[in-house]
């Protein structure tokens, strides 16, 4: 039974395998039947696709080979018409030249013409040169013939003449330049002359070149000193001045042309002298803390200046140069206070003629910049000074009239001014040289001793007694004798030795015409 059931269920068990089998390869014949109508279906649309495609390339390219036919149909008008175009060109241009070849044909027979005529003129003109010398050579017959001489004996005494006059006048104006030489050279000399005993005159030399500086004690000088003069020499090399310790009580004499160094010494002094410490190397270190302080009150000074004056916008290097003045003197008067006068009285001049004048008083101020500087190669402060403030971006007007301050015959207006004021606050009594009543006295001394002179009348002494103007008696004086009395005065003067350097004397002859008028009746 079990073998029974067993071979049942094997047979069971293959009718199923075989009947799935069956029912597999039915579904997979039903499946490839719907692939192949599925590719067919896809088949005929390609194809029915590339035929439209075909359909639409042909009419593209039909399309596209009109239009192409079409524009080359176009092109090809175009270029006839631009043919016909340069034909018509070339044929103007011919015409044209057809033109000019007989225009030029018409010019090489009217210049063949004219040759013709020049040649003849040519021939002419020989002819008539030929005849004028053959007249030449016979006039010069005739004159040898009148004069007696020949014509190379002729030339002798003209060229003979010519030379003599011309040695003759040569003689004249060499003696006239020599004279005028002399004269310059004469009046340079005693200008220079006088200028430098005015520099080195004892009356003032010591403001200018010494200063003084009080000691507590007299021990000081031997600390001063120091072993072997090493301090004072130290010294002496650190600021380039000379130290002088005598025998004067509790007193050091710092000597030096530089004002600036005298400066920096004596603060240099008393700096060592408060501190107690006196050697070489703190004396350098001394010199440089002054150097530094002097740059600072330089600038300080400037800036109080330019605000006193009311000036803006200055280079801060020019500053420093400005304010440098403090410690410079011209003939013992101090250039910073002067350029200041020179500012206010410029800038009031230009107010009252309405002019600039914030530009009068910028060009008064730094009329005198020049002398703040150590080397001027030869050259005047005002040139030196007008380079400075031209490199520093000052306005050309500033510029000009600072190079032309003291020139005879200033070009600007400016200029002009800047001198008036320049001159205003040199001249006035007491400005440089002396005080006030010793300038006063002064030009009593030479108005008396020249009224005291036979023939004069009366005498006004102008500019601290380097001017006299003279009124003479016309009628007992005449114009040759005013010469004689003109040295008459300057000797007098000079032997007093009442004006120092130049002395200019002038001579005033007037005789006023006088009419008489008769009574007339009425």
Not at 324 to 330: D, H
Not at 393 to 414: K, M, N, Q, Y
Request: with cysteine.
């Amino acid at each position: 039974m079990i073998l029974v059931s067993i071979l049942f269920s094997i047979v069971g068990l293959l009718a199923g395998v075989l009947l799935g089998l069956i029912l597999r390869m039915v579904w997979i014949e039903g499946g490839m039947r719907k692939a192949r109508e599925s590719a067919h279906r896809l088949l005929d649309l390609a194809r029915r696709e590339s035929e439209e495609i075909r359909k639409e390339t042909l009419a593209r390219a039909k399309d596209e080979s009109v239009a192409s036919l079409e524009m080359g149909e176009r092109e090809l008008r175009n270029r006839r018409a631009e043919v016909l175009r340069m034909e018509r060109r070339v044929e103007v241009q011919l015409q044209t030249l057809d033109k000019r070849l007989g225009t030029l044909a018409d010019k090489e027979q009217a210049l063949v013409t004219r040759e013709k005529d020049l040649e003849q003129k040519k021939r002419g003109l020989e002819q008539a040169e030929a005849d004028l010398e053959q007249r030449r050579e016979a006039l010069r017959l005739k004159l040898e013939e009148i004069a007696g001489l020949s014509a190379e004996q002729a030339k002798q005494e003209l060229v003979e003449k010519i030379a003599e006059e011309a040695r003759r006048q040569a003689a004249e104006k060499v003696q006239a330049i020599e004279e005028e030489t002399m004269a310059q050279a004469e009046h340079r000399a005693q200008r220079i002359v006088s200028h430098a005993i005015q520099r080195i005159s004892g009356d003032f030399a010591a403001e200018r070149t010494v200063s003084l500086l009080t000691l507590p004690s007299d021990e000081l000088k031997g600390r001063i000193i120091g072993r072997e003069g090493r301090n004072i020499r130290a010294l002496e090399m650190a600021t380039s001045t000379d130290i002088i310790i005598d025998d004067t009580p509790q007193l050091v004499v710092i000597s030096s042309h530089n004002p600036v160094r005298r400066e920096i010494a004596k603060r240099t002094l008393e700096k060592l002298i408060a501190e107690g410490k006196i050697h070489p190397a703190r004396v350098e270190e001394v010199v440089k803390i002054a150097e530094k302080e002097m740059e600072a009150e330089r600038v300080e000074v400037g800036k109080k200046v330019l605000a006193e004056v009311g000036v803006v916008g200055m280079d801060p290097r020019l500053v420093d140069l400005l304010g440098s003045l403090k410690f410079r003197y011209t003939e013992s008067q101090d250039i910073l206070q002067h350029s200041l006068e020179v500012a206010t009285f410029a800038g009031a001049m230009a107010a009252e003629l309405g002019l600039d004048e914030k530009l009068a008083r910028r060009a008064g101020l730094l009329h005198d910049i020049g002398k703040a500087v150590e080397e001027r190669e030869n050259a005047s402060h005002a040139v030196v000074g007008a380079d400075i403030a031209a490199q520093y971006g000052e306005p050309a007007e500033v510029v000009e009239a600072i190079r032309g301050h003291h020139e005879t015959d200033p070009e600007s207006v400016l200029a002009l001014l800047v001198q008036a004021a320049d001159q205003l606050s040199n001249k006035r009594p007491g400005a440089r040289d002396d005080r006030f009543h010793h300038a006063v006295q002064r030009l009593d001394q030479v108005e008396k001793l020249i009224s005291s002179v036979k023939g004069v009348q009366r005498c006004y002494a102008v500019e601290t007694g380097k001017e006299t103007r003279v009124v003479v008696f016309p009628e007992e004086m005449a114009n040759g004798e005013a010469t004689l009395l003109v040295n008459e005065i300057t000797r007098k003067i000079r032997e007093e030795k009442l004006a120092p350097g130049e002395l200019r004397v002038n001579v005033v002859r007037e005789a006023p015409p006088v009419g008489f008028v008769k009574e007339v009746a009425s």
